[in-house]
């Protein structure tokens, strides 16, 4: 029985050997240009493949055309580009996915390291300058509403007595056009929502700090992260592309919406898609981040669908951030 046993096994182990040598590949050439040879001898044609070429572990996605050559440095019929190399760009990076079980958990691990670490030195600055373009659109009953807002926020010291900070905003929903002002300085905050809507009220730095950092500045996801891909970019930066596993963030969002949006705390929100790309700079700080969200909302048998595309630029992280403050004359004091 045990000679049996190990018979069989020796089998499974020859022809699992032999599955992984049929489904291996080989670059081939001729005067017309490259293609790929699968295992079987056939080749793909007018398709995409990924091809884990130096076996490293991660996967380039390449295009090969109608006679099954390769394309290289144009772009493809649906309209995405390839290098010179023929490997897939999206957004001018080389996009990337793990080739098997071992080198998928080890990318992650290593992209949730980078962020994590990026989101920790980054809190740590004492200022930072960011630019944020945010644009949502709510779907509810067949009816579409899309709503753009900029921020422009300046700050340094934060949860010290010296702390300032300042942050122009413009919203547009449905055609109106709505600007807002803030500052803080010398323990007062001030606010100027324009047509004589101009108050202001002292306040001190620790609360004033949890104001301003409401839902985080930067890191939002570091913690849920999930099929990173990580990619060298300009100038020395690191580019991480993830998406975000839903359980634990559904619970955050709405920890989230209920500081910033109470009327939406009980509500049942689901995530339907998180896709992002981070920018950290060769210093280690975050210096750009884009994040597209998907969720779905539902409360008292009626689902909106709100779709929000953040992209955060922080200007020279690490540097000494100045600002310079608006009047504070003609503002209206009120209690805090």
């Not at 290289?72 to 897939?88: C, H, L, Q, R």
């Not at 413009?170 to 007062?188: H, Q, V």
């Not at 200007?315 to 805090?336: A, L, Q």
């Amino acid at each position: 029985m045990k000679k049996i046993i190990k018979l069989l096994t020796v089998t499974s182990l020859l022809s699992l050997s032999m599955a992984a040598t049929a489904q291996a590949g080989v670059w081939k050439q001729d005067g017309h240009g490259w293609w790929w040879q699968d295992g079987d001898k056939s080749y793909p044609t007018s398709a995409w493949k990924w091809i884990d070429s130096d076996e490293d572990g991660m996967a380039e996605c390449y295009y090969f055309d109608e006679n099954g050559y390769l394309l290289t440095g144009t772009t493809a019929p649906d309209g995405s580009m390839v290098n010179e190399s023929g490997a897939w760009l999206d957004e001018g990076i080389v996009r990337q996915r793990a080739a098997n079980p071992y080198a998928s958990r080890n990318i992650n691990q290593k992209g949730l390291e980078l962020y994590q670490e990026a989101d920790q030195k980054s809190s740590l600055l004492p200022g930072l300058d960011i630019s944020a373009d945010i644009r949502m659109n709510f779907s509810f009953d067949q009816l579409d509403i899309p709503i753009s807002m900029n921020t422009q926020l300046k700050y340094h010291d934060l949860n010290t007595p010296a702390m300032e900070f300042l942050s122009r905003t413009s919203m547009d929903m449905l055609g109106i056009r709505k600007s807002e002002t803030s500052f803080y300085t010398n323990g007062c905050y001030y606010s100027d929502m324009g047509e004589y809507e101009k108050y202001k009220m002292k306040i001190g730095y620790e609360d004033m700090t949890k104001n301003i950092t409401l839902g985080g500045l930067t890191g939002q996801f570091g913690a849920f992260l999930d099929n990173v891909q990580i990619a060298d970019g300009e100038a020395g930066n690191k580019i991480l592309m993830y998406s975000c596993k839903a359980e634990g963030l559904e619970s955050h969002l709405s920890n989230f919406y209920h500081e910033v949006w109470p009327a939406l705390s009980d509500s049942n929100f689901k995530i339907n898609g998180i896709q992002g790309k981070a920018v950290i700079s060769p210093e280690g700080y975050f210096s750009r981040e884009t994040i597209s969200i998907y969720t779905t909302v539902t409360e008292d048998d009626e689902t909106m669908g709100i779709l929000m595309n953040m992209d955060l630029n922080y200007k020279d992280p690490g540097k000494v951030i100045s600002i310079e403050f608006p009047s504070t004359e003609g503002y209206e004091e009120v209690i805090y």
